[in-house]
């Protein structure tokens, strides 16, 4: 058996990833990391997705994020509540336009400081990745999967699929792997994908999207908060691919 | 003022790297791992340093890499004692040759996983360069300094030049700062020196080497083992150099 890295947050986006990586046949060897969020009922979510994927091992890494801060999601900033802030030619990829729940290959655009949201974490998936780069040298594993797409990369630098091509490329120099041959690779099959598509990918593969939770802000409990623009992009997406919500949303 | 992160591991040559970066009238911000590493005394040598250097702030990091394990470092795997293995043409630049202490420009060689030592952690300096571009966001600077040099790229792939220049790449396009135009760099002021000629450079700096700790497997009073072979390239460095080594050994 093949061996992959699935990067698992216990969102939507990562369940999904995870679960097409089972479908090509991967022992799939979870990774989850507590950076001090805000949201860490994810936490939870993530050991729930780990359990029902069945996944050989799952590492929960530590690693405090707010001795850096600079994000609304690991320092004292609050989280923007009810003011979408993505790039007018993403929206459709959000499914906030007519055309909403279509193909994402039109949606790239030159990133511009503006279009970065304040929840954007400095430098986050450089870490994980390169904590999964260590989980696949020890596992033995060439593969990686984590599960950004369209939506993501209108607004954070390291969802783009120009930095995706670029970690791969130092992932084959920077290990033991690389300089064995073994060709490492950074899977992202929902990057081109709108946050409908994703869904119904999912719902095909039998995800249980009601284990996983999306919101920045969500109540002790786990309930979302309904406002925040994870909460607006999740419940657009269900509604434009026609699939129930199972979210508890407080309001 | 213009601010750098410097990583800071308590060894000689990140020591010798910080030092250089605060001749060039930067203000440090040190940053140092403690990923669960067999010889810990270093993180007490890191923060001596720190505050020998003046640093403005020292950020010690947590994360347990014995999750993953893979390395002497990191997992139940025996230090290799009296039994230097390092590549025939970088001996020249550890000092083991007549000819050691000279210049090391032609130290260069394809690597081989064979020359890869037990000491390798997986993905380790992407995971810590990852976390200084994330200290680097937040604290507005644009300039990371690591101590990597000759000696290291002989068996260390991730201490090459071509792995370091690929880094710097990835950080542009990683972040926020990158996509704002701020350039990011990634400074090795130690690639191209050989052991001795780092002990002279700090020396001519004042580093306090007598506040820095090499070995790889010490008494847990700070004392060197004397055996590993960072102990005997640290020995042979300042033999070579003709500088006084002020190291506690065991033997």
Request: glycine share 8%.
């Amino acid at each position: 058996m093949k061996a992959a890295i699935v990067l698992l947050s216990g969102g939507l986006d990562s369940a999904t990833a995870a679960a097409i990586a089972r479908t090509e046949e991967y022992t799939l060897y979870a990774l989850t990391i507590d950076y001090g969020q805000r949201h860490r009922v994810e936490l939870e979510a993530a050991r729930r997705l780990a359990e029902n994927l069945g996944v050989a091992r799952h590492v929960v890494q530590q690693l405090d994020l707010r001795a850096f801060g600079g994000s609304a999601l690991t320092a004292d900033i609050p989280v923007p509540k009810d003011q979408l802030s993505i790039h007018p030619k993403t929206q459709r990829a959000a499914g906030f336009s007519p055309r909403g729940g279509t193909h994402s290959d039109d949606f790239g655009h030159a990133l511009n400081s503006s279009d970065i949201p304040i929840t954007y974490v400095p430098a986050r998936n450089t870490i994980f990745l390169s904590l999964a780069l260590a989980y696949a040298e020890t596992t033995g594993a060439a593969d990686i999967f984590i599960g950004v797409n369209a939506l993501d990369y209108s607004g954070y630098p390291d969802c783009r699929p120009e930095y995706i091509a670029r970690f791969q490329e130092l992932a084959n120099l920077a290990t033991r792997a690389g300089v064995e041959g073994q060709h490492l690779r950074i899977h992202t099959p929902l990057i081109q994908l709108t946050k409908a598509e994703i869904i119904h990918r999912g719902t095909e593969l039998g995800v249980d999207y009601g284990l996983t939770i999306s919101c920045y802000d969500p109540a002790a409990d786990g309930a979302a908060c309904g406002h925040c623009d994870s909460c607006l992009i999740r419940r657009r997406g269900f509604e434009q691919a026609g699939v129930n919500d199972p979210t508890r949303y407080i309001s």
